[in-house]
């Protein structure tokens, strides 16, 4: 049993302990003075600290019958967010692939890509449409970017000259 933004929310704890070291390792860890673990009541719930949309979202990967969710945008970086926080390889790969389904911008696709430091290939389009369009970079653009990113797009441009 879980708390998030004041929600209790009770999910089946088998998906999270599979999935993650991180839940593994707190329901391992947490009992309460009654001897009751952790989580193991409403009274004394494991509090997230995550968005009430982030946890649905994981809830629903897990088990769609469970929570009924939109699988929008939204739901894969909600995915994203709590696979890398809660260490889940499996769920953020899964994220990552469905991910590109939808139409990303190339600055956004960048962000994820840095923010969750996957392979480089997972962003190619992107990389390689900021390295042939006509125009430079702007201080702007570079701003929303890894730095090493913008300054490898940079490097790229200038040996085509």
């Not at 088990?63 to 390889?89: A, T």
């Not at 911008?105 to 960048?110: A, K, P, T, W």
């Not at 970017?145 to 913008?150: H, L």
Request: hydrophobic residues 45%.
């Amino acid at each position: 049993i879980f708390q998030v933004e004041g929600h209790i929310v009770q999910l089946p704890v088998a998906p999270f302990i599979r999935h993650s070291s991180v839940f593994r390792d707190m329901f391992s860890l947490s009992t309460s003075a009654s001897g009751v673990p952790q989580g193991g009541s409403d009274d004394d719930p494991i509090i997230l600290q995550d968005s009430f949309r982030d946890i649905k979202a994981l809830a629903n990967y897990f088990n769609p019958k469970l929570v009924e969710v939109v699988r929008d945008k939204q739901y894969f970086f909600s995915l994203l967010r709590l696979s890398d926080k809660y260490d889940m390889k499996e769920v953020l790969n899964e994220a990552c692939m469905l991910l590109q389904t939808y139409k990303l911008g190339v600055f956004e696709m960048l962000q994820v890509l840095s923010r969750y430091q996957l392979p480089l290939e997972w962003a190619k389009v992107a990389f390689h449409q900021l390295v042939e369009r006509q125009e430079p970079l702007s201080v702007k653009e570079a701003a929303l970017i890894d730095p090493r990113w913008a300054a490898a797009i940079a490097i790229v441009r200038e040996k085509r000259l």
